[in-house]
């Protein structure tokens, strides 16, 4: 049981940590790639969408990258990330998940520099603060070059192909990739963000252009705030335990 509970926030993190870095900028002390997406997401965070979003991650060394689909949704600069544990375990159907543990959400507020990490089936939720951005020096803004690279189609969609070349003070380039559909207002359908293990890959289907309701974006009624997530799993493994009569 402990486990899979460690899997399951391990899963939470792996995809909610790139989401907020690309969706909301560079955090204190990141890597120069962190700080291009950062950049780069100064574009498109004001757009207004829902998806189902499927990551793919690099393997690195290992060569065990991660495909991981989840549902999406955007609004005002504020992301809503829900991801059903039991469907990402694939052939398993989640047996074995500790009660509770099937949906994990998280609700990230910019404006309030906090994100919001829920388990419905656990009646809580705890809050993680977003770290300001990386300090730079007087002037020392990083330089972002934008050149279309022609014209491609993903998921049905006519996307001009964009090739973003973000330098920073320090010289370093980083280049992002953004399939970017013009049906859709220029929201990237497909983009594609290097890493250190090599290219991770955000794909948008089934998306959705109305606004998104503004209740997605706040913590729902009635549930108990945690101060952490090991302080809101232990409470969870504790209700699990037969009480003697």
């Known amino acids: 049981m402990n486990t899979l509970l460690r899997g ?16 909301f900028g560079p955090r ?14 100064n574009i498109f ?9 499927v990551m793919t991650t690099p393997g690195g060394a290992s060569g065990r990258g991660m495909n991981m689909e989840f ?3 955007m609004s005002g600069g504020k992301t809503r990330v829900e991801m059903d544990m039991a469907k990402m375990m694939g052939a398993t159907g989640g047996a074995g998940m500790p009660p509770g543990m099937d949906k994990i959400i998280n609700i990230t507020i910019p404006a309030k520099k906090v994100i919001y990490q829920i388990i419905p089936g656990m009646k809580g939720y705890y809050e993680m603060p ?7 020096a007087p002037g020392a803004e990083a330089k972002v070059v934008r050149k279309s690279q022609g014209v491609d189609t993903v998921e049905g969609y006519v996307c001009e192909k964009m090739l973003t070349t973000i330098t920073s003070a320090d010289g370093t380039k980083t280049e992002i990739t953004t399939w970017e559909a ?30 998104p309701a503004d209740s997605l974006f706040e913590v729902p009624a009635g549930l108990k705030k945690y ?5 809101l799993m ?4 504790m209700q699990m335990i037969p009480q003697s009569p």
Not at 45 to 53: D, L, N, P
Not at 185 to 190: F, T
Not at 227 to 231: A, D, L, P, T, V
């Open 8 to 23: 399951g926030v391990a899963a939470l993190l792996l995809v909610s940590t790139p989401l907020v870095t690309f969706a």
């Open 28 to 41: 204190q002390g990141s890597d120069p790639t962190s700080d291009a997406m950062g950049k780069l997401a």
């Open 45 to 53: 965070a004001r757009k207004a969408f829902s998806a189902t979003a």
């Open 71 to 73: 549902a999406m949704f």
């Open 130 to 136: 977003i770290p300001d951005g990386t300090a730079s």
């Open 182 to 211: 013009k049906a859709l207002n220029g929201i990237p359908v497909k983009t594609e963000i290097p890493t250190s293990d090599g290219k991770m890959t955000m794909l948008y289907k089934d998306i959705k252009t109305s606004k």
């Open 227 to 231: 101060g952490s997530m090991q302080e």
């Open 234 to 237: 232990m409470s969870g493994m």
